[in-house]
T-cell receptor, first 115, second 111 residues
């Protein structure tokens, strides 16, 4: 069964450094999402992306964050200058365009640790 | 999006059916009910979704009451690997709509 894959599984970065989290969505999916989950807390929406542009973003997704679909298969989340509070699990999700009720499918996440 | 209410935790014996309830009394007519689960910090895993009819797939069954104000996810023969946090989410079929994850129900399957 096709799945969303995320790399790396664990990223350790010094505070203030830039980090790029990578995702390969399911191949025929056109809607893409990033969520995050701080340890012990709820899964929170960050951003949705369709047709090469952001369709919606949360208040968490400030100017330090950006997303990109650099080619036909990858979807990336960049954090420009990481802060300690960016430490979290980051989940990528994708959805088919065959009906707006279709579910999102999630990857297993990247654990981001900011030192 | 309609708010959902789930018990914080439930226990189930291995091999028995696990019945996880969800209350969504303010659900609107076009809002779907989705169930996901999260096994120990893995990504949320889609289980099933429905609008008003009962649904069944290889993982579970979803029973939605006639007034749609509540639903039950049924895992027919729970195994230890079904131990996870189960999320009930209600949202309309909007193309860009994100999922709001609440606190869910921690299901503990015991031998």
């Amino acid at each position: 069964e096709p799945e969303v894959t995320q790399t790396p599984s664990h990223q350790v970065t010094q505070m203030g450094q830039e980090v790029i989290l990578r995702c390969v969505p399911i191949s025929n999916h056109l809607y893409f999402y990033w969520y995050r989950q701080i340890l012990g807390q709820k899964v929170e929406f960050l951003v949705s992306f369709y047709n090469n542009e952001i369709s919606e973003k949360s208040e968490i997704f400030d100017d330090q964050f950006s997303v990109e679909r650099p080619d036909g298969s990858n979807f990336t989340l960049k954090i420009r200058s990481t802060k300690l509070e960016d430490s979290a699990m980051y989940f990528c999700a994708s959805r088919t365009d065959r009906g707006s009720n279709q579910p999102q499918h999630f990857g297993d996440g990247t654990r981001l640790s900011i030192l | 999006d309609a708010k959902t209410t789930q018990p914080p935790s439930m226990d189930c014996a291995e091999g028995r059916a696990a019945n996880l309830p969800c209350n969504h009394s303010t659900i609107s007519g076009n809002e779907y009910v989705y169930w996901y689960r999260q096994i120990h910090s893995q990504g949320p895993q889609y289980i099933i979704h429905g609008l008003k009819n009962n649904e069944t797939n290889e993982m579970a069954s979803l029973i939605i009451t006639e007034d749609r104000k509540s639903s039950t996810l049924i895992l027919p023969h729970a195994t230890l690997r079904d131990t996870a946090v189960y999320y009930c989410i209600v949202r309309p079929p909007n193309d860009f709509n994100k999922f709001y994850f609440g606190s869910g129900t921690k299901l503990n399957v015991k031998p």
